[in-house]
């Protein structure tokens, strides 16, 4: 996001911050979401579900920004865990800022186009766990995030996409024969 | 929305129809995805997948927007059919007019909260659609729209909470006993 520096600049409470691996972020439960912009690294969002199941909601590499919008925008506890994947520099600010009154119009206007491309991105998203074979659904996996199979444990991704470790490890291992 | 009036006045090719029940907006393989804001009736988005299953994406009673926006924002052929299930009256519009350079920059700002409450909204589907069980995503759709069940077929609320007729009929009956 080339426009960052402005938005830190008209965010006063703006903080950089250096995070190891394994430390968390944010907790179910925590009363105040923040919004994380991913300077460097990789951050995952994450539920832990009434039997102690763990789903990832989305992966955060650098340039990314990651949040819980709806305990954001509804003023509800977070419900999003969000944590280090990997060593990472991270600026947490106000989101609000992204359309804050002092940016220029057109800037406004711009920064608008990220909500929407985010919102069909979710609306793929749900699409895909409804109604798409999971070989379908790693094959856009890959195509959103193209080094992270080379960065995340497999079980990681098996947990985003919504199978076993078994089934995913299959699936690659047909597209590894097709090639 | 109260700021329809003025985003009507902005786009010059806005057109108000009336469709009657069974009546198709879009379909599959369209090229050229509309926005609908719904002035009174009732609309559904869906997908058919590759084995011929209907997945309900949303409903969008009175005062809601409807959309293909991951179709909108890649300039993609549609893939959400859009139908009527009541005879509705329909605004056709050009989304980006939500955020005309036209309009005051306050209102600008005042319709980014819609877009974030979306995101809010299709984050936490995507997150039970994961890892809720029926009943409680039965039960935040009673939340969302409180009138639907009065309206919609008991088989199309089954289709989008992805489980079958039998498990909701199962899940009422339940939620009827516990009263």
Not at 27 to 47: E, H, M, P, W
Not at 59 to 67: E, H, N, V
Not at 82 to 103: G, M, R, V
Not at 129 to 135: E, R, Y
Request: glycine residues 6%.
């Amino acid at each position: 996001m080339e426009n960052l520096t402005e938005i830190l600049n008209l965010d006063p409470n703006a903080k950089r911050k250096q995070f190891q691996k394994g430390d968390f972020l944010q907790r179910d439960g925590d009363f105040q979401a923040s919004t994380f912009y991913v300077k460097k690294g990789l951050l995952r969002s994450y539920i832990i579900d009434s039997k102690g199941k763990e789903h990832i909601f989305m992966f955060a590499p650098t340039g990314w920004i990651i949040a819980d919008l709806e305990a954001l925008e509804f003023n509800e506890p977070v419900k999003l865990f969000i944590d280090c994947l990997e060593d990472s520099e991270i600026i947490i600010f106000n989101k609000d800022y992204l359309f804050n009154a002092d940016l220029p119009k057109e800037k406004i206007v711009e920064n608008t186009q990220l909500l929407y491309r985010r919102l069909g991105k979710l609306q793929r998203r749900v699409l895909m766990l409804m109604g798409s074979p999971a070989i379908d659904r790693y094959n856009y996996f890959l195509n959103t995030y193209p080094d992270l199979p080379n960065r995340v444990p497999q079980r990681m991704i098996a947990t985003y996409l919504g199978i076993t470790p078994q089934a995913l490890s299959t699936i690659r291992g047909k597209i590894a024969r097709s090639h």
